[in-house]
Antibody, heavy 116, light 111 residues
Framework: QVQLKESGPGLVRPSQTLSLTCTVSGASITSGGYYWNWIRQPAGKGLEWIGRIYTSGGTNYNPSLKSRVTITIDMSRNQFSLKLTSVTAADTAVYFC????????WGQGILVTISS | QSVLTQPPSASGTPGQRVTISCSGRSSNIGSNTVNWYQHFPGTAPKLLIYRNYQRPSGVPDRFSGSKSGTSASLAINGLQSEDEADYYC????????????FGGGTKLTVL
């Protein structure tokens, strides 16, 4: 059974870069032709799709975040990663990773707080 | 402001049927399929419905989805107390080179 787990710092300073990694276990990240997503949820708000990456390395990003987001994939480590630059308090959220167009399964989520 | 519009809240008593709507536009729901998720705060969201009405294995058939035009609906039959959660719809939007959009979520209360 495929499982995803997010990891990274829980606190990031304003104007710095948020970096998170999603580790896939139970299957190879290259099998199945899936793409891999990042999604976030600010406290008390709804879900927001950040972007996705294919195993080919191709990416799509949310237009509202595109200028600040980079998603990469490391097939040797069965991981994909998120970088969000120039963060502000508005980027404080629980960040999830999820597989493919069904968004299934999801990781457990990781709370990232932007604060000095 | 979410791209897909859901009612912020819904409620029902045990055994009742409840429906949650999700309204979009031609570039998203009108052109693409809809997924639904159940989310208990503090946990990972769970896929309930994909491709408008398909249920993953393990999801009770009390949950059903439908789509018509630029709107979609999630129906829950035989409401149970454990159904009290937040529900989100999602669809691919073809505008701006394409991106996924979500509804703002509906908090379902079982009275």
């Amino acid at each position: 059974q495929v499982q995803l787990k997010e990891s990274g710092p829980g606190l990031v300073r304003p104007s710095q870069t948020l970096s998170l990694t999603c580790t896939v276990s139970g299957a190879s990240i290259t099998s199945g032709g899936y793409y891999w997503n990042w999604i976030r949820q600010p406290a008390g708000k709804g879900l927001e799709w950040i972007g996705r990456i294919y195993t080919s390395g191709g990416t799509n990003y949310n237009p509202s975040l595109k200028s600040r987001v980079t998603i990469t994939i490391d097939m040797s480590r069965n991981q994909f990663s998120l970088k969000l630059t120039s963060v502000t308090a508005a980027d404080t959220a629980v960040y999830f990773c999820a597989r493919d167009y069904k968004f299934d399964p999801w990781g457990q989520g990781i709370l990232v707080t932007i604060s000095s | 402001q979410s791209v897909l519009t859901q009612p912020p809240s819904a409620s029902g008593t045990p055994g009742q049927r409840v429906t949650i709507s999700c309204s979009g536009r031609s570039s998203n729901i009108g052109s693409n399929t809809v997924n639904w998720y159940q989310h208990f705060p503090g946990t990972a969201p769970k896929l309930l419905i994909y491709r408008n009405y398909q249920r993953p294995s393990g999801v009770p058939d009390r949950f059903s989805g439908s789509k018509s035009g630029t709107s979609a609906s999630l129906a829950i039959n035989g409401l149970q107390s454990e159904d009290e959660a937040d529900y989100y719809c999602a669809a691919w939007d073809d505008s701006l080179n394409g991106h996924w959009v979500f509804g703002g979520g509906t908090k379902l209360t079982v009275l």
